[in-house]
């Protein structure tokens, strides 16, 4: 008789039930209820850490045969919605401003500054004509933090 105790997965203070199931009587609705308590508890990274050792240990199970299918094989926990920010495009005016304004930043009076800002035009430069203008999420939203529109 084989148990499976889901306490081990996380500690005691996120999930404060310890629940023995018998693997054989464990079911998908088992393990979506598992998925939520651990979504609402801890972050969504280590929760996917926790199913995925879930999965992995349920497929040891049905290699050793001590069941017959692994019931958690289609539960997943994919990225967040929120994560994924989309980037605006600038005009055509925009970007001829922006190159207007490297122009004038590589030539300036300062000749360290100046050659710094040639560099950074080039790569800007090519980002702006490869399309390769949207950041990160993680940088975007340190930007947005740090110069706040208005």
């Known amino acids: 008789m ?44 280590l929760a996917r850490k926790v199913i995925t050792s879930l999965k992995d240990l349920l497929n040891e199970a049905v ?33 001829r401003l922006i190159l207007a304004e490297l122009d004038k930043l590589s030539t300036q009076p300062n000749r360290q500054q100046a ?4 560099r950074y035009r080039a790569l800007i430069a090519v980002a702006i004509h ?4 949207a950041w990160p999420n993680k940088q975007c939203r340190r930007w947005e933090r740090r110069y706040p529109e208005g």
């Open 63 to 95: 290699t050793q045969q001590k069941v017959a299918v692994n019931v958690a094989s289609k539960v997943s926990i994919g990225k967040d919605k929120k994560d994924t920010l989309r980037a605006t495009v600038p005009s055509l005016e925009h970007i």
């Open 115 to 118: 050659k710094a800002w040639r």
């Open 2 to 45: 084989a148990l499976l105790r889901l306490r081990p997965f996380v500690s005691t203070t996120t999930i404060k039930t310890a629940t023995y199931v018998k693997l054989c009587d464990l079911t998908q609705a088992m393990i979506l209820d598992f998925k939520a308590k651990l979504l609402k508890n801890i972050s969504r990274a």
């Open 130 to 133: 490869t399309g390769m203008r």
